[in-house]
């Protein structure tokens, strides 16, 4: 009598091996005994055909049946001349059904936005594989550079709900995400220097209530000298918001990418995407160096870069490349400003490091090269960045510049993210276009992504949605098989 196999017999073999090894999953007649043999070649593929020597290969006279299974994250079917062959041998032939691809939450890109993604659906128990071209948070990449702003004031009326959720998680995102963020909440105040101005924010802090920032709050001159000691005297009012603040971009990207590697993701460092694989209208995974790996979602958070990926499967991401300055000061002596500035009719973010160095930024540019892996500095910018904050802040123009660079990062077509899945192209989520803001919403953007992912209610990415400006008209590519 033969033994019959079910579906729960296929769950309980151990697929091991890497990602990247196709390997033979064998039971003899049913039985318990189990043995496993690579396939005579390395396979690098979702769909991997057995040719007649691989099952001339993995055939052994008298067996009556076999399981065969691709790798982790692969597929496999049988080429005529293998069927034909064990069909003689009388040899019943069972492909286990893609194994872990049915499992993975793909994600590409580990910025904070990535990780901090990977983290939340990782936390879900579910399988993550995230794939990095680069480092963690390094050079040119946004979460490398960013300036670590927290901030919740004069956020966009679509970013309102994430920012309020991000900043009742920062306060305890250190010991959530065990490890030291360098978080400081001192507050975040933007700076008028005329009548006019100050009256601009008095509208300003209203629209804040509205939104539900309801501690931001009108501080005249005086008030805002204090905040700040040494603040030039022309300052006449600000919008003080004090549950605003600054962390480490580089400490917390690290931090996410290690928590969600505790609650066992996979990081595949130093691996590029090249493109997205698409079947009928649905993303089934990615190209990646080295081979195609298939996942049953796939999460695009390449950072200024996920145009390349969607175009790989006909999508046109309305986002463009920046590169945004920063400057670091030579340490002050003394550390008196606590919280972040800015200014209503300058171009500047600034702040001073535990160290006692100021950390100057906002919005001056410097430019990508061409081919987007690097940039170079204005000196246009430079000074600029450097004459506003001195003048703002004299004691800013008493150090010298220690170091400037510029980060990469998406700027979408409105100022606000592309978030959330694309209605008729099933398995795909963007997390996109942050547009120089994205640093302080990451603890939110993954919570929410995780969420949609899982199928909950997420109303808090509604005005967020891709589908808002990009035209989903699917190219013939992303409707058809996409070639492997
Ligand atoms: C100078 C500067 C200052 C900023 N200041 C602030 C601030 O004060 N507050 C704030 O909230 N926000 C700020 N931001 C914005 C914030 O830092 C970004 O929005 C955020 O870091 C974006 O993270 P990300 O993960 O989407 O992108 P990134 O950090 O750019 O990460 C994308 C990752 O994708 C990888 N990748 C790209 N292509 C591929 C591929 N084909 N295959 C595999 N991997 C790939 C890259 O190597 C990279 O690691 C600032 C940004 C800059 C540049």
Redesign the pocket.
């Known amino acids: 009598m033969k033994p019959s196999i079910d579906q729960t017999s296929f769950g309980s073999i151990t697929i091991e091996g890497t990602i990247f090894e196709h390997d033979v999953i064998i039971r003899l007649n049913g039985l318990v005994e189990k043995r496993k043999k690579k396939l005579s070649k390395a396979v690098y593929g979702t769909s991997h055909i057995v040719s007649l020597a691989e099952a001339k290969h993995v055939y052994e006279k008298g067996t009556e049946r076999l399981i065969i299974g691709a790798g982790q994250y692969g597929n496999v079917t049988l080429s005529d001349e293998a069927a034909d062959y064990f069909k003689r041998k009388h040899c019943q032939v069972d492909l286990l059904p893609t194994p872990m691809a049915i499992r993975t939450w793909m994600i590409?890109?580990?910025?904070?936005?990535?990780?901090?993604i990977a983290y939340h659906l990782a936390r879900q128990g579910r399988q993550v594989l995230v794939?990095?071209?680069?480092?963690?948070?390094?050079s040119?990449?946004?979460?490398?550079?960013?300036?670590?702003?927290?901030?919740r004031q004069g956020r966009h009326p679509a970013e309102a709900m994430l920012a309020i959720e991000a900043i009742e998680r920062w306060r305890t995102l250190e010991q959530e995400l065990e490890a030291d963020l360098h978080y400081r909440q001192g507050g975040n105040l933007l700076l008028a220097e005329s009548e006019g101005e100050a009256d601009q924010l008095s509208e300003f802090v209203h629209r804040q209530h509205e939104l539900g920032f309801i501690d931001v709050r009108l501080v005249d001159g005086k008030e805002a000298r204090a905040l700040v000691p040494g603040l030039n005297n022309q300052i006449v009012a600000g919008s003080f918001s004090p549950s605003d603040g600054?962390a480490d971009?580089v400490a917390t990207?690290h931090a996410f990418a290690s928590a969600a590697q505790r609650y066992g993701a996979t990081y595949r460092i130093g691996?590029?995407?090249?493109g997205l694989l698409s079947h009928r209208e649905r993303i089934v995974g990615a190209r990646?160096e080295h081979g195609e790996v298939e996942a049953k979602h796939v999460v695009l958070?390449?950072?200024?870069?996920?145009d390349?990926?969607a175009a790989s499967v006909g999508l046109q991401l309305p986002i463009r490349t920046?590169?945004?300055?920063?400057i670091l000061s030579t340490p002050a002596q003394r550390n008196e400003l606590q919280l972040?500035i800015s200014a209503v009719r300058r171009v500047l973010?600034l702040k001073q490091l535990v160290n006692g160095a100021f950390l100057l930024?906002g919005g001056w540019l410097g430019d990508p090269t061409p081919d987007r892996r690097s940039y170079t500095m204005r000196p246009s910018s430079i000074q600029g960045n450097w004459a506003t904050a001195s003048e703002l802040l004299p004691a800013v123009g008493e150090q010298r510049i220690a170091r400037s660079?510029?980060?990469?990062?998406?700027l979408s077509i409105d100022d606000i993210?592309l978030v959330g899945v694309i209605p008729g192209l099933d398995g795909l989520t963007l997390?996109?276009g942050?547009?120089?803001?994205?640093?302080?919403?990451?603890p939110a953007v993954g919570r929410s992504v995780a969420d949609q992912i899982d199928g909950r209610p997420t109303p808090e990415l509604d005005g967020l949605c891709p589908n808002r400006v990009i035209n989903f008209q699917l190219s013939e590519s992303a409707q058809g098989d996409s070639t492997h």
Not at 271 to 274: D, I, Q, V
Not at 405 to 410: K, P
């Open positions: 590409i890109g580990a910025g904070v936005i990535g990780s901090s794939v990095e071209r680069s480092e963690i948070a390094a040119p990449a946004a979460s490398w550079a960013s300036a670590g702003g927290v901030r600054q971009p990207t691996t590029a995407a090249l990646i958070a390449a950072g200024t870069w996920s390349e990926l920046r590169a945004l300055q920063m972040v973010s930024g660079w510029c980060g990469l990062e998406a993210p997390a996109v942050f547009s120089g803001h994205g640093f302080a919403l990451a």
